[in-house]
T-cell receptor, first 116, second 113 residues
């Protein structure tokens, strides 16, 4: 059982380049999320998808777009990368929306992105 | 303002010793509180989740406590092992929905032989 798988693990981009982070889960979860983690700050939600076919903005959506391709896959796209987007990105999934009692969120292993 | 604060920021202990990590929150309305363990270079992994009606929950050598009145939680690690070296993140949930998790910045625990 792979859980949540995200690619690539590491990426270096030049300012202005675009790229897509891929994420897939094999737990038949309805909800998927993209977070970023920066030094000295807690994880911050970029976008989420409560269920297949829906996406919504999180706390820090500017500069990003997402696609819920199907129930398994949720991608994050940087259209024009900026140095401020240098961060560690985590994809996550849960059976239901994160606030419901007893619901566990499962995280991927992270993608380290550097924009120079 | 909804906030989650953890202390200490970092902690070094000897293998075999116990330690307690603290989490204070001002989140409202409270739904549940989770503790995650994040190894260096890895994603967070859930340790415990507690609702307002639960005071204590254990997961092996990890015991989490919750005082919903004072809005405080602690994570106690017993007989620490080198593999306990990681960041421990407190996450508080507000009501329903996906955009309702508030993450602490974590406590970095280092266990030395």
């Amino acid at each position: 059982n792979a859980g949540v798988t995200q690619t690539p693990k590491f990426q270096v981009l030049k300012t202005g380049q675009s790229m897509t982070l891929q994420c897939a889960q094999d737990m038949n979860h309805n909800s998927m999320y993209w977070y970023r983690q920066d030094p000295g700050m807690g994880l911050r939600l970029i976008y989420y998808s409560a269920s297949e076919g829906t996406t919504d903005k999180g706390e820090v959506p500017n500069g990003y777009n997402v696609s819920r391709l199907n129930k398994r896959e949720f991608s994050l796209r940087l259209e024009s990368a900026a140095p401020s987007q240098t961060s560690v990105y985590f994809c996550a999934s849960s059976g239901q929306l994160s606030g419901l009692l007893g619901n566990t969120i499962y995280f991927g292993e992270g993608s380290w992105l550097t924009v120079v | 303002k909804n906030q989650v604060e953890q202390s200490p920021q970092s902690l070094i202990i000897l293998e075999g010793k116990n330690c307690t990590l603290q989490c204070n929150y001002t989140v409202s309305p409270f739904s549940n509180l989770r503790w995650y363990k994040q190894d260096t270079g890895r994603g967070p992994v859930s340790l415990t989740i507690m609702t307002f009606s639960e005071n204590t929950k254990s997961n092996g050598r990890y015991t989490a406590t919750l005082d919903a009145d004072t809005k405080q939680s602690s994570l106690h690690i017993t007989a620490s092992q080198l593999s306990d070296s990681a960041s421990y993140i407190c996450v508080v949930s507000v009501g329903r929905g996906a955009n309702n998790l508030f993450f602490g910045t974590g406590t970095r625990l280092t266990v030395i032989p």
